[in-house]
């Protein structure tokens, strides 16, 4: 079998595919001609547990639709190469957030055949009073599932903003959402629906509520006809850090565009942070009669370092400063950019900001660790047939997020070093995502010839239309697959890369969530500007 990037590659990029079983290719274009062949060295890949080998066509510069064949007649997807490749991508998983909104009626106008009705209109009562109503409108539900999470929302935001900091140009595209053409570029327009409800769950000292979500999951039904009354769960000081972070970083980025709403942001932030200073130990505990995702995470030093950063950035606070200081000796991760894990964020911000903010010393080690892991993952995707910078063990729940942010690890390698080799580790991971993987499937819906398309998501489920609203990136293989459906398939006899179904009940191998989305989003509009292809 031969792997490709089922969403094509561009003209000058380094153009990698891989090869199993058989050792000879054949590169065609779509009319049968042979452009290119050879015989490539196969070895052993722990992930899929095969024999494989790279084939590199990098010469190959032709745009035009092409197609591989191995000595057993075995045919791969088809691919193109031309520049703009990643357009489509970039605009239908931009887009996906629009399509998780809740609150608002998605119209034809821009959802096109999946227009649906508003959702969730009711307030939440508060968990440890419940006569207490909390007003809750809006912001984008969490994944398959209709919750809103405060810590998750942090994340996928985290990746925008960032993302849309460092690179604001491929970034600022018309996603035809009831926003566009408004005071601010699309993307920020839909970031913002997702702050308007964070700011929320944001009570009147501070505390921010873990998450907004009925006690259990409901039906495959549509969001309109979820019925079942929304908790506010009770504050943790994970979701007053993140708050605090994101609020910060909002009102940096949208100051240009909107100062009020900035202002507001920044407000919103400040006071979260005077309660983290307040409040200095670790409040977490989910309430065990609430079924819905937990989000749990047992250390809150990283979430608190991601707040002091963008505090300090831009007050110069002496606290932050000094939390700063303190949290540099426990040997946080600083390069994770995950739902519990956020050092990395901390990092962007310290990066961006530069040494003039955060002085050399401080720059300089954070540096050291960025490079030694985007070192890690570089090796890692150089010795591996598929570029990948996963081992068996690392494909856990959302593996594709892990690749996705490791992609964003090593863009920003390139950033601080202008060294292409991260460059092109980081599009080996887009590689990967959309199709050069032993499933042979492209892990972005819409977006290829073997795009999956069954995800575990109650909308796309219910609304009786065959395909799957574009765009949406899929959990993927998962070492320790855990429902049901994904047991029935004897999953966990498979190779790691290999343990995922294309199945809408698999949810810990084929849901959806923002926060999966999000890197991409970063990745392409990174690679989009810093390829060099246009
Ligand atoms: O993405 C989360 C993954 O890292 C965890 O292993 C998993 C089990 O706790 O939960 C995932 O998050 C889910 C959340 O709890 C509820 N909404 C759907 C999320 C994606 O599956
Ligand atoms: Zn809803």
């Known amino acids: 079998m031969i792997y490709v990037n089922q969403a094509g590659y561009s003209e000058k990029s380094k153009k990698h595919a891989t090869i199993t079983s058989s050792s000879h290719y054949k590169l065609l274009s779509a009319d049968g001609r042979t452009v290119k062949e050879g015989d490539i060295a196969l070895s052993y890949d722990e992930n899929c547990e095969q024999e494989a080998g790279i084939i590199d066509f990098s010469d190959v510069t032709e745009a035009g639709t092409y197609y591989f064949t191995d000595a057993e007649g075995n045919k791969s997807c088809s691919f193109a190469i031309g520049n703009n490749h990643y357009d489509e991508a970039l605009r239908a998983s931009m887009k996906m957030f629009y399509f998780q909104r809740c609150g608002m009626e998605l119209e034809e106008k821009y959802a096109g055949r999946f227009k649906r009705k508003a959702c969730h209109l009711t307030d939440a009562f508060d968990l440890l009073n419940p006569e207490r109503k909390i007003k809750m409108r809006g912001g984008w539900h969490d994944a398959g599932d209709f919750g809103r999470y405060v810590t998750a929302a942090a994340v996928a935001l985290g990746h925008l903003l960032y993302?849309?900091?460092l690179e604001k140009k491929e970034l600022d595209i018309d996603i035809n959402i009831p926003e566009s053409g408004g005071i601010y570029p699309d993307i920020l327009a839909e970031c913002k629906y997702e702050l308007d409800w964070m700011l929320q769950m944001q009570e009147e000292d501070g505390g921010v509520h873990h998450k907004a979500t009925s006690m259990n999951f409901c039906d495959f039904i549509m969001p309109s006809d979820d019925e079942l009354p929304i908790t506010a769960t009770p504050v943790s000081s994970?979701?007053?850090?993140?708050?605090?972070?994101?609020?910060?970083?909002?009102?940096?980025?949208?100051?240009?565009?909107?100062?009020e709403y900035a202002g507001v942001m920044k407000a919103a932030a400040l006071k979260s942070w005077k309660w983290l200073v307040e409040n200095p130990s670790f409040v977490f505990e989910n309430p065990k009669e609430v079924l819905t995702g937990t989000y749990a995470d047992r250390c809150d030093a990283d979430e608190r370092f991601w707040a002091a950063a963008e505090v300090y950035r831009s007050e110069k606070d002496k606290d932050a400063g000094f939390y700063i200081f303190e949290m540099m000796e426990l040997k946080l991760n600083m390069t994770a950019l995950g739902w519990s894990d956020v050092g990395g964020f901390a990092s962007l911000c310290i990066f961006m900001a530069g040494v003039e903010v955060f002085g050399r010393d401080l720059y300089n080690r954070i540096k050291l660790k960025w490079m030694d892991e985007a070192d890690r993952l570089k090796a890692l995707s150089q010795s591996s047939a598929f570029?990948?910078?996963l081992r068996p063990r690392e494909f856990t729940w959302g593996s594709n997020m892990v690749v996705l942010t490791n992609a964003m690890i090593l863009c920003y390698a390139y950033e601080l070093s202008n060294d292409r080799s991260y460059l092109d580790a980081a599009e080996y991971q887009l590689d990967y995502l959309f199709g050069r993987n032993a499933m042979d499937v492209s892990y972005v819906t819409?977006?290829?010839?073997?795009?999956?398309?069954d995800p575990h998501n109650r909308p796309g489920i219910a609304d009786g239309i065959d395909d799957p609203i574009?765009?949406?990136?899929?959990?993927?293989?998962?070492?320790?697959?855990?429902?049901?459906?994904a047991n029935l398939k004897n999953m966990a006899d498979r190779p790691a890369m290999c343990r995922y179904a294309d199945d809408k009940l698999s949810y810990s191998t084929n849901e959806i969530t923002i926060y999966w989305n999000s890197p991409l989003v970063f990745v392409l509009g990174y690679i989009k500007s810093r390829g060099g292809y246009r």
């Open 163 to 165: 993302g849309f900091e």
């Open 238 to 259: 994970l979701a007053t850090a993140d708050f605090a972070a994101v609020m910060m970083l909002a009102a940096r980025v949208y100051k240009e565009y909107d100062e």
């Open 387 to 389: 570029g990948l910078t």
């Open 446 to 453: 819409g977006i290829g010839e073997k795009a999956f398309r």
């Open 470 to 485: 574009p765009g949406f990136v899929s959990g993927g293989p998962n070492y320790r697959p855990s429902d049901e459906a």
